[in-house]
């Protein structure tokens, strides 16, 4: 397992804050409250930990099939439906949705291989990520994948929690299925966007993982 690097900086920030929280726990709260003082150190090194978890990378052995759509992200799968898109194709659309947890692995994967011919950043509001509106009035990032034989629209989405989405593609960029999309900061969705014709391979609640499960083939 490594560290994402979207993680550094927060990590470092965190620890630091968590070494002199103890300190002045130690020097302030210690003399008079020894138990209280242990409790809190738990306490901040536990969330130190996790942090540090939430960034992790777990080596992983990736699905490659060019005839399928493999999750871009870790989570529970919490939509299956047709959907009209009023943002790219205007027409209806096969809607995947992950959801991710604050304690899933944050690294968004391209779901397929091909060329990004679009790629938008959108700002919005910050509800709950299981909230069926988030697809459309959250901060998000959208991107478009087009292959030969299909496309798919790829929407990062902030939850109630995360602050800030990662987004590496661009426009012209040739992409292969599986490397890093992007990644976002504590707690989040990601939805997909497929042609009417994909075959879900996977129902609603199921756990899913990026790089491993197919969301969905094609033929």
Known sequence: ?????????????????VVALIFLSLRYLYPVLPIAHSVLSVVLVAVWV??????????????????AFVSPADGKVVVIEETVDA????????????FMSPANVHVNRYPISGEVIYNQYHKG???VAWDPKSSTENERHSLVIQTPRNSVLVK?????????????AAVGKSVKQNDELGFIKFGSRVDLLLP??????VKIGDQVKNGITVLATFS
Do not use: C
């Open 196 to 201: 009417l014709d994909a075959k879900p391979a």
């Open 156 to 168: 990062q989405i902030a939850g109630a929690l995360a602050k800030r989405i990662v987004n590496y």
């Open 125 to 127: 509001k910050y509800l």
């Open 87 to 98: 943002e790219y194709y205007h027409e209806k659309r096969l809607q995947i949705s992950v």
């Open 50 to 67: 996790f942090i540090i978890s939430f960034f992790r990378i777990p080596k992983r052995t990736f699905t490659y099939n060019e005839q």
């Open 1 to 17: 397992m490594t560290i994402h690097k979207e993680g550094f900086r927060t990590i470092l920030i965190v620890g630091w804050g």
